[in-house]
């Protein structure tokens, strides 16, 4: 096939399956850029926090919900119109807190539900398709973002080996929490994120399945890799 746009690769999957490692990885080795979709959720949800707007008001108001994505999109360090075509992981925002902390993660899966919301942030997602290509992660990338996506990729791995991932991560931080809590915790996040009505949490027919229970990113990346490069052989 011949592709028009600049090719995307999207990886999706529940919380701590290894998303943003691999995602990263390949952007670094291929040259993409990467989309950290789920960040961009936890600083749209700082921005409702850091402004005092209800969730009642968040879930029925369409101008509120767009007014905040520009908002956000306003704020992202290093990303006005002109250059905001850019891999995006790492960024900081002017005056909010830690996106990366669980509670910002728990309070970011609260307004993921609302279709409002996901509307009010699609086209700011998809601004990060440029060349020479795209890889982004979340949860609906491959369903909704990027349905013509060049390959969709379903990353999961146990919950137990994700809980055990996460527990590592925030201990590194200095940030102590119960491993038990935390596993309970991705489980419930687990069962809102695929249950719900507005772009839930899926594998597609057309997706590439991965189980990292056992791989590690390199080789994960490694699979993945090797199948972009078969597709975009024909791009």
């Known amino acids: 096939m011949v592709g028009i746009y600049p090719p995307v690769i999207t990886i999706d999957g529940p919380s701590a ?13 291929t040259g993409f850029n990467y989309l950290d979709s789920g960040l961009l959720y936890r600083l749209f949800g700082l921005e409702v926090l850091s402004q005092g707007i209800s969730l009642s008001v968040l879930a029925d108001d369409w101008s509120e919900s767009k007014r905040l994505a520009e908002c956000l999109e306003a704020k992202l360090v290093g990303s006005p119109k002109e250059t905001k075509n850019r891999s995006f992981s790492q960024v900081s925002i002017n005056g909010n807190g830690d996106a990366r902390t669980e509670q910002a993660g728990a309070f970011a899966s609260k307004i993921a539900k609302m279709p409002l919301v996901r509307r009010a942030l699609l086209d700011l997602q998809r601004s990060f398709r440029a060349r020479p290509g795209l890889i982004a992660d979340g949860r609906d990338m491959g369903s909704v973002v990027f349905p013509d996506a060049l390959l969709k990729v379903f990353l999961t791995a146990s919950p137990s080996c994700r809980a055990e991932r996460r527990h590592k991560q925030l201990k590194d931080k200095g940030i102590d929490v119960s491993l038990v809590a935390l596993e309970t915790s991705l489980v419930d996040r687990d069962y809102h994120d695929s249950s719900r009505r507005a772009s839930p949490l899926k594998f597609l027919e057309d997706s590439m399945v991965i189980d990292s229970t056992d791989l590690d990113i390199v080789q994960v990346s490694y699979m993945i890799e090797k199948k972009m490069g078969d597709l975009l052989g024909e791009w």
């Open 17 to 29: 399956s290894g998303k943003g490692a691999v995602s990263e990885f390949l952007s670094n080795k």
